[in-house]
């Protein structure tokens, strides 16, 4: 689903969704034209826009859309294409989305100012929006949570012996950090008390924890859904919530150390063999055990706000991101 799908899929907030569209291509403006090209090509290469959407469906519950929260929306988005460009450099991604990534595309130079420029970019924003000082340091604190989360994931590369509370914490960082600041935010500025400011929050800290799950499965399961090659994750040292489970049970963990020790000089037949251990294990059904365990979290959190047609669209939104393991 592109974004324009997503406007169509969510006719309550299309309006809106087009209005951060428009403030995202008239934000990432630079003079210089292989920079500009660039930024236009990640703003246009598929995105779903879900973090935005995340956002202005909080802001809906808690009562209001103003032009802090479409700037807010905007923002939150620029921020995320930052980070997948520096993703995509660092992992010297060839694609993103199923479209040649911008490093590939432009080389990693131009991709390096590409991600500061947004990362600027989001600045601005924040700065133009008139945020409350509690708030721009929220933004700040989720940016260095996300970073940790990367950090952190660094570290455990190629580590057979990472926990599931490591797991749990890097991408309470990298990944659901900025889903709940999407969720707080809108419901902040939307006009929510402070119950449904937490709320939201928690809702969006859970959400964005089960999203992380789903796609490591899918990581096995259907990594062409994610237009993406099967275990890449793997093959740079990154075991995700399959392994690290299959890794717990000593038989499977005998099997799988003398292929993961290759480390970087594993071959395209020893991840198809990783991948074929991992299936034939019940790590598969037990990560959706408990990938489905934060998704009835955050539905939980959803069922403590008033019924409205923004929450109703939430609870859809937070079913189909768990469908996509089926």
Not at 87 to 107: C, L, N, P
Not at 156 to 173: C, H, W
Not at 184 to 192: I, L, M, P, S, T
Not at 316 to 322: D, E, I, M
Request: glycine content about 4%.
């Amino acid at each position: 689903m592109n974004k324009k799908q997503a406007w169509e899929q969510y006719p309550l907030i299309k309006n809106e969704l087009k209005q951060v569209n428009q403030c995202i291509e008239q934000t990432i403006s630079t003079p210089h034209l292989e920079l500009q090209e660039a930024l236009r090509a990640m703003a246009n290469n598929g995105g779903k826009y879900l973090r935005p959407s995340l956002l202005i469906l909080a802001a809906k519950i808690a009562g209001q859309i103003n032009e802090q929260v479409i700037h807010l929306a905007s923002s939150i988005e620029i921020l995320h294409m930052a980070t997948l460009i520096h993703d995509d450099i660092i992992d010297d991604a060839d694609e993103r989305r199923g479209k040649v990534s911008i490093q590939s595309r432009f080389g990693k130079d131009t991709a390096v100012y590409a991600g500061d420029l947004l990362f600027t970019d989001f600045f601005d924003l924040m700065l133009n929006t008139d945020l409350d000082h509690e708030y721009m340091v929220k933004n700040a604190r989720t940016m260095t949570k996300i970073l940790n989360g990367e950090l952190n994931q660094m570290a455990d590369r190629f580590n057979v012996e990472q926990t599931f509370d490591n797991y749990l914490e890097n991408i309470k960082g990298k990944t659901a950090a900025l889903f709940k600041l999407a969720a707080e935010e809108g419901a902040y500025y939307g006009g929510g008390n402070s119950k449904m400011v937490a709320t939201l929050a928690a809702f969006g800290e859970n959400l964005g924890i089960a999203f992380q799950m789903i796609d490591d499965i899918l990581d096995y399961t259907g990594a062409h859904t994610l237009n993406k090659p099967v275990l890449e994750d793997v093959a740079t040292g990154v075991y995700s919530l399959p392994l690290l489970l299959a890794l717990n049970v000593p038989d499977l963990k005998e099997k799988l150390t003398p292929l993961l020790n290759k480390k970087l000089e594993m071959t395209k037949d020893d991840l198809l063999q990783v991948q074929k251990i991992i299936l034939n294990s019940s790590a598969i059904k037990q990560s959706h055990i408990i990938a489905r365990k934060y998704t009835q979290m955050a539905i939980d959190q959803l069922d403590l706000l008033p019924n409205s047609p923004a929450r109703k669209i939430l609870k859809q939104l937070t079913s189909q991101l768990l469908d996509r393991t089926r």
